[in-house]
């Protein structure tokens, strides 16, 4: 357990131009949604690569 407050908070513009807050471990990777979840061979995909012009920066 952290102490309250430690998490480093993200801004990421979505798909439809709306902004979020995501922790600072997931800005450059995404993780994906059920139907990205598996790769072509049956593999898991752990991470997906975030588009870089969708960070907007660390909330103020």
């Known amino acids: ?10 801004k990421i513009r979505g798909r439809k ?4 807050l995501v922790p600072s471990k997931y800005q450059n990777y ?3 949604g059920p139907n990205q979840k598996y790769t072509s ?6 991470r ?6 969708s960070i907007v920066g660390a909330k103020t």
């Open 1 to 10: 357990m952290g102490k309250t407050g430690t998490t480093q908070w993200i």
């Open 17 to 20: 131009g709306q902004t979020r």
């Open 30 to 32: 995404k993780k994906p």
């Open 41 to 46: 061979d049956g593999k898991r995909r752990r």
């Open 48 to 53: 997906i690569k975030r588009s870089p012009k």
